[in-house]
């Protein structure tokens, strides 16, 4: 028999088209072929019949649970499939003793593993330790996360990626044209850019392809003997394209991550993208705006001393204004602050403070820069030989005496300025401040 030879997995003509239409070997596997293509690593272990412990990681409706499948017929296992929505500890239980009673392997495929918590991974973890069970979770959630490293150790991690445009046609033009398990016997006709639309709307779920396929072809009209599908019945059929994602989960992150990295590498246009991704997404606006305060200070600093209160009005602007007109003024801050000039010299700065600070556990402040609120106080030297600036020549009390930095400990410079906007600027100021320092030490 060929290693791929299957029965369909469908029920009858009532199930979905999206579950009809799911491959019945390898060879009609559309996407993924860094995994499946020839001598690709999970073709070679269909071809060999021998399948280790896996965790396929990948948005919904690009192959996982059909890999699975696949993969359970080809190594001739028994494939239990488990949802950890669903499944507690007892329901693994039970899958581990059906296991302990078959004389053929068992392949344990998982849906949404990341769902599993610690004592029910920890449940699992021997018997996939032991051979017993061959493990494939699926998960859309990074397993680096979610997975703990004693059962991620165990287990390879395989990315799965959206399927593209021309994938989608793929799919979509087989579920037409296919008379036994797809559409193919209606004969139905479709207009110019139909699939097109319906692939563009599917965003790389091939589920989700075939679903709008098959409402779509509910609205066909019958010329002579064969259907026909218009474009002009795609608008009610897709509808408003809602593209929500987990708040909780990487797409989340990946979004703020995009757009505080388009502002650091000052491109506007990408920062106005992922912002604008990330609140059509569902995102909050205001985890926007907290990002850019902190861009602000750590990507922009002095070199653009104007940053951090334009960010702090437009937060300010976004909560008076409620959120339609408020979205502006933050757009309004990002794109300030990606077109700023750029310095990092204050996070380098704060980090190498706080670096020093931890290595000096002794440090005490000089005696002229302590409070003496009380007699005593000023009795044992507190405040003596303090300069009041305002009362130096320039505003600035020169020469090392008066440093203020804690006796004992070598003077180093944390804060370098860099050539770059306002900050060039500082650097000017804090030289010539160096020189008067010098004049002040040399000075009778």
């Not at 992150?253 to 990408?270: E, G, M, Q, T, V």
Request: contains cysteine.
């Amino acid at each position: 028999m060929d290693l791929f030879d299957r029965q369909p997995l469908t029920t009858g003509e009532d199930a979905p088209l999206a579950y009809r239409m799911r491959p019945l070997t390898l060879d009609d596997y559309v996407g993924q072929q860094a995994l499946v293509g020839p001598s690709k690593p999970l073709r070679r272990m269909a071809e060999s019949g021998v399948v280790r412990s896996m965790i396929l990681w990948g948005p919904p409706g690009v192959g996982k649970t059909t890999l699975a499948e696949l993969l359970a017929h080809a190594s001739g296992a028994h494939l239990e499939h488990l949802s950890a929505v669903m499944a507690g500890v007892k329901e693994l239980r039970l899958a581990v003793e059906r296991a302990q009673q078959r004389t053929s392997p068992t392949l344990l495929f998982l849906d949404e593993i990341h769902r599993l918590n610690k004592s029910q991974q920890d449940a699992l973890l021997p018997h996939v330790e032991s051979g017993l069970l061959t493990l494939i979770g699926a998960t859309t959630e990074n397993p680096s996360f979610e997975v703990n490293s004693a059962l991620l150790s165990r287990a390879r991690v395989y990315v799965l990626k959206p399927l593209t445009h021309d994938e989608l046609i793929q799919v979509l033009y087989r579920a037409l044209t296919d008379p036994q398990r797809g559409l193919g016997e209606r004969r139905i006709d479709v207009e110019d850019g139909v699939l097109d639309a319906l692939a563009h709307a599917s965003a790389g779920d091939a589920r989700r392809a075939l679903g709008l396929l098959e409402t779509a072809c509910d609205f066909t009209e019958q010329h002579s003997e064969r259907e026909v599908l218009h474009k002009a019945v795609l608008a009610d059929v897709v509808g408003h394209q809602s593209s929500a994602f987990d708040k909780q989960g990487d797409a989340y992150y990946d979004l703020l991550s995009a757009l505080h990295k388009s502002i650091r590498s000052s491109r506007p246009d990408a920062a106005l993208l992922y912002m604008a991704r990330f609140i059509q997404g569902g995102g909050d606006p205001l985890d926007i705006v907290r990002r850019l305060t902190a861009i602000a200070s750590e990507d922009v600093g002095n070199a653009d001393p104007r940053a951090l209160p334009l960010v702090i009005a437009a937060w300010d602007a976004y909560l008076r204004l409620g959120d339609y007109e408020g979205q502006r003024a933050i757009a309004h801050a990002a794109i300030h602050l990606a077109a700023a000039p750029k310095s990092n010299r204050i996070d380098r700065a704060w980090k190498a403070a706080q670096q020093y600070v931890q290595q000096q556990p002794q440090l005490e402040v000089p005696s002229y820069l302590r409070n003496a609120p009380t007699k005593l106080m000023e009795e044992l030297g507190h405040g003596e030989g303090y300069r009041y600036a305002h009362n130096e020549a320039h505003g600035y009390p020169a020469g090392s005496a008066h440093d203020c930095w804690p006796d004992g400990l070598a003077k180093t410079r944390f804060y370098e300025p860099s050539s770059f906007g306002q900050e060039k600027r500082f650097a000017e100021i804090m030289a010539w401040r160096e020189q008067r320092d010098q004049e002040e030490d040399q000075a009778p």
